[in-house]
């Protein structure tokens, strides 16, 4: 296990492929909006490290919040998978939307109002 404050890194006990690794902030928060600004600087600096340190040709950097996006563990936490075939490492399925640009803009302007 590596310890950089403030975070930890260490293998998943569930890889989905070799090297298969987890970026633990300190802090405890549920979701990564709930983190502090400076633990979240830690965190990709050290995925950056494991990947190329494991050499990972192409990989995955993954970070889930809540049930419906696959979170399983009640605390912040990034994956760093790698993914060296189509068939090992992470599966992703990706349903874009068909949305007008309009609504889409709708979106951006709510968001950037809580900026």
């Given at each position: 296990m590596i310890s950089c404050f403030p975070s930890y890194a260490f293998m998943d006990i569930e890889p989905l492929s070799e090297g298969h690794s987890l970026v633990i902030p300190k802090y405890h928060a549920?979701?990564?909006?709930?983190?502090?600004?400076?633990?979240?600087?830690?965190?990709?600096?050290?995925?950056?490290?494991?990947a190329a340190a494991g050499g990972f040709a192409q990989y995955n950097v993954l970070q889930n919040n809540g049930p419906l996006a696959n979170q399983a563990v009640p605390h912040v936490h990034f994956h760093v998978i790698p993914k060296p075939d189509k068939e090992t490492g992470l599966g992703v399925r990706w349903n874009a939307q068909k949305k007008p640009i309009d609504e889409i803009k709708a979106t951006y302007d709510r968001i950037m109002e809580k900026l």
């Open positions: 549920e979701f990564m909006h709930q983190l502090p600004d400076e633990y979240l600087a830690d965190v990709m600096p050290i995925a950056k490290k494991i």
